[in-house]
């Protein structure tokens, strides 16, 4: 039986673009820390250099407090750091970066919610606030002010190429 080269490689690219579009969110959650700090009922808190990673997805902060007392499923991860920073690839290939004080990660609406000089990069915008709030999903982001800040939105213009 003789197999084209060429229908082997199509195959294969076929598969890892399928693997490839496999959403962040539904893939596993991995935390690495230097030190997990406490462990009470359904309240784990990790200290110290904690990376969270859950596909492309990629938390940074000093501490990290992973509340389940609401049961599995509907875990709430917060976040908090001098800043916390978060970076994510989006299916197009152009990742979304955000910093804030504290990150509060709730996996089941897929939300997450930037406080304290918070700032989300996604595409050519950049937007900074108080509080903002990320659905990883949808994309959907909603920005709050208090009365020491306001929602400042920037959107870079399209750079042309020259002919």
């Known amino acids: 039986m003789k197999v084209k080269l060429g229908s082997i490689i199509t195959l294969l690219l076929l598969s890892l673009a399928a693997k490839a579009e496999k959403p962040d969110y ?5 935390i690495d ?11 784990l808190t990790y200290k110290n250099n904690v990376v969270v990673t859950q596909g492309s997805i990629q938390l ?19 976040a908090s750091g001098k ?12 990742p979304v970066t955000a910093q804030a004080n504290e990150m509060r ?8 919610t930037l406080t ?10 950049v937007v900074k606030a108080s509080v903002i709030k990320y ?3 949808k994309q959907d982001i909603s920005a709050e002010s ?13 750079e042309k190429s020259n002919p």
């Open 26 to 30: 539904s893939q596993q959650i991995q």
């Open 33 to 43: 820390a230097d030190n997990l700090v406490s462990v009470e009922e359904n309240i």
């Open 60 to 78: 940074k902060a000093d501490q990290l407090e992973i509340n389940a007392t609401a049961g599995k499923g509907n875990e709430v991860y917060i």
């Open 83 to 94: 800043p916390v920073t978060y970076s994510q690839l989006m299916a197009d290939g152009k």
């Open 105 to 112: 990660y709730e996996p089941s609406s897929r939300t997450l």
């Open 116 to 125: 304290g000089d918070a700032e989300l990069s996604k595409s050519d915008s």
């Open 135 to 137: 659905n990883l999903e």
């Open 146 to 158: 208090d009365e020491s800040k306001r929602v400042t939105t920037i959107i870079m213009p399209e």
